[in-house]
């Protein structure tokens, strides 16, 4: 069964410094990776996604997260954090399992403090 | 604008009642979905639908029905409300399923209190 585990239900950086938000999965087949963030009293939005192909991919608003297969990890970094990327993040996998459903992580809390 | 839209957006039930939630896409999406979010536990998917006329059963069904008689529209139903149902609903829509969608387009969400 896949599975997705994020390290940290909340994380606190400085304005300016790296952010780096954690996702390890588990899967028997090639995953596919996204990453959504939701601000305060919003839906989910995509920030970015790994299908195939290279294993760098940038995303919305300056984030990136790296497809490492052999440490079974899509974590999220961002050079400078900025006040406004103060949301939750969820990570999730799909995989050819009998329904492709997109399975999640319980997101991280990403605390910017000025 | 397009996109996925949810109503209501806050309700309180008490326990027993029923009540509807509507999801309305304007994206000619073909798949849709109906997810729970509780503290720390992520999304957990309640029921989806792959296009007009079906549903089918996620991860959390027990206590939920659905309905996706047009496209555009998708139904979730309480007949009785519990406690446990206490929650923020969000419906999503994308293109395709899972790893061959382009993304799920969510809605804001409902928050239901059940009393």
């Known amino acids: 069964a896949q599975s997705v585990t994020q390290l940290g239900s909340h994380v606190s950086v400085s304005e300016g410094a790296l952010v780096l938000l954690r996702c390890n999965y588990s899967?028997?087949?090639?995953?596919?990776l996204f990453w959504y963030v939701q601000y305060p009293n919003q839906g989910l939005q995509l920030l970015l996604k790994?299908?195939?192909?290279a294993t760098l991919v940038k995303g919305i608003n300056g984030f990136e997260a790296e497809f490492k297969k052999s440490e079974t990890s899509f974590h999220l970094t961002k050079p400078s954090a900025h006040m406004s990327d103060a949301a939750e993040y969820f990570c999730a996998v799909s995989g050819s399992n009998s329904n492709y459903q997109l399975i999640w992580g319980a997101g991280t809390k990403l605390i910017i403090k000025p | 604008n397009a996109g996925v839209t949810q109503t209501p957006k806050f309700r309180v039930l008490k326990t027993g009642q029923s009540m509807t939630l509507l999801c309305a896409q304007d994206m000619n999406h073909e798949y849709m979905y109906w997810y729970r979010q509780d503290p720390g536990m992520g999304l957990r998917l309640i029921h989806y639908?792959?296009?007009?006329?079906?549903?089918a059963k996620g991860e959390v069904p027990d206590g939920y029905n659905v309905s996706r008689l047009k496209k555009q529209n998708f139904l979730l139903g309480l007949e009785s409300a519990a406690p446990s149902q206490t929650s923020v609903y969000f419906c999503?829509?994308?293109?395709?399923?899972?790893?061959?969608?382009?993304?799920?387009?969510f809605g804001s969400g409902t928050r239901l209190t059940v009393v």
């Open positions: 899967s028997s087949v090639p995953p596919y």
């Open positions: 999503a829509s994308s293109y395709g399923q899972g790893h061959n969608s382009y993304g799920y387009t």
């Open positions: 790994y299908t195939t192909g």
């Open positions: 639908s792959v296009g007009e006329g079906t549903t």
